[in-house]
T-cell receptor, first 114, second 110 residues
Framework: EAQVTQNPRYLITVTGKKLTVTCSQN?????MSWYRQDPGLGLRQIYYSMNVEVTDKGDVPEGYKVSRKEKRNFPLILESPSPNQTSLYFC?????????????FGPGTRLTVL | KNEVEQSPQNLTAQEGEFITINCSYSVGISALHWLQQHPGGGIVSLFMLSSGKKKHGRLIATINIQEKHSSLHITASHPRDSAVYIC????????????FGKGTHLIIQP
């Protein structure tokens, strides 16, 4: 089944404890992206990748890192999480190297930073 | 930076009604996406439009490039259509990325 998977789905952590949210897609998509969704603010892009080893900042990249060593994986790293990173996170992918085409979303990761 | 506005923010209707959700944007775009977010949180892509009109089942999406406006219509609405509907604009060029509207929360009552 074609899908985007994220792990973990739920995470409660404490300030400063490094964490990684994994994202994997099995559709051989070039483009992958991370978004956060907050009440009243909607979805905002954190980082995106147009292909392997090509990543760039989105609208709200502060406090996050990403890497794209393989086409299928695009992990989101929070080196020192803070409470303002409490949010619902979505990974998405699409066929071509841009947001032009249909986006396929992962199920979301609900992160709480205490 | 593109500004994307959706209206209404909230909409409650009776089963069977014709629903219209509007999306306007401030800067010319290459594509406009309509997304559906289920009550459980998952997001599904409904349409990608660059011009004209698309139809899928009871859903119809239209876009007017000159007026910078798109609409999502639901015919014969059903309680299972209850969800948040989000439009997202892709401007292309330069920094990539989608600019999202804040969503329209739709409730269809039986």
């Amino acid at each position: 089944e074609a899908q985007v998977t994220q792990n973990p789905r739920y995470l409660i952590t404490v300030t400063g404890k490094k964490l990684t949210v994994t994202c994997s897609q099995n559709m051989n998509h070039e483009y992958m992206s991370w978004y956060r969704q907050d009440p009243g603010l909607g979805l905002r892009q954190i980082y995106y990748s147009m292909n392997v080893e090509v990543t760039d900042k989105g609208d709200v990249p502060e406090g996050y890192k990403v890497s794209r060593k393989e086409k299928r994986n695009f992990p989101l790293i929070l080196e020192s999480p803070s409470p303002n990173q409490t949010s619902l996170y979505f990974c998405a992918s699409s066929f071509s190297g841009s947001s032009y085409n249909e986006q396929f979303f992962g199920p979301g990761t609900r992160l709480t930073v205490l | 930076k593109n500004e994307v506005e959706q209206s209404p923010q909230n909409l409650t209707a009776q089963e069977g009604e014709f629903i219209t959700i509007n999306c306007s944007y401030s800067v010319g775009i290459s594509a406009l996406h309509w997304l559906q977010q289920h009550p459980g949180g998952g997001i599904v892509s409904l349409f990608m439009l660059s011009s004209g009109k698309k139809k899928h089942g009871r859903l119809i999406a239209t876009i007017n490039i000159q007026e910078k406006h798109s609409s999502l219509h639901i015919t014969a609405s059903h309680p299972r259509d209850s969800a948040v509907y989000i439009c997202a604009a892709y401007s292309g060029g330069g920094a990539d990325g989608l600019t999202f509207g804040k969503g329209t929360h739709l409730i269809i009552q039986p």
